[in-house]
């Protein structure tokens, strides 16, 4: 069986960091890329980041660049979400997905559609207060 187990949210002052974690088993890395996507209070869920072992592709949304970058462990079969300088608006539950799109040459246009990806976790939650 899949799964994607999102771990590391909770809560932090303005200014502070976190780093979110997504354990995954029963898929390749080779074969899929690995999301991130939030949601948060009264808001639309938000794709904000994603790799691709397979074609070495990283993908970090204009809201949160220059803030968040993301990496991943092979050898752990985990691919982590470094969060720094947090903000308020940054709140809500931090999700990952996996989707198989990892060696697909139009990755750039579904990176962050919830539609593209076919596995997700089950969420983990970030409260960053003022």
């Known amino acids: 069986d899949v799964q994607l187990l999102a771990s590391g949210g909770g809560l932090v002052q303005a200014g502070g960091s976190l780093r979110l974690s997504c354990a995954v088993s029963?898929?390749?890395?080779?074969?899929?890329?690995i999301g991130w996507f939030r949601q948060g209070p009264g808001l639309e869920r938000e794709g904000i980041s994603c790799?691709?072992?397979?074609?070495?592709?990283?993908f970090i949304a204009q809201s949160v660049k220059g803030r968040f970058s993301i990496s991943s462990d092979n050898a752990q079969n985990t691919v982590y979400l470094i969060m720094t300088n947090l903000r308020p608006e940054d709140t809500g539950v931090y999700y990952c997905?996996?989707?198989?799109?990892?060696?697909?040459?139009?990755?750039?246009?579904?990176?962050?559609?919830?539609?593209?990806?076919?596995?997700w976790g089950q969420g983990t939650l970030v409260t960053v207060s003022s």
């Open positions: 997905a996996a989707g198989a799109f990892a060696k697909s040459t139009g990755w750039n246009n579904v990176k962050d559609l919830e539609s593209a990806y076919d596995y």
């Open positions: 029963g898929l390749s890395f080779d074969d899929y890329a």
């Open positions: 790799v691709s072992n397979h074609d070495k592709f990283t």
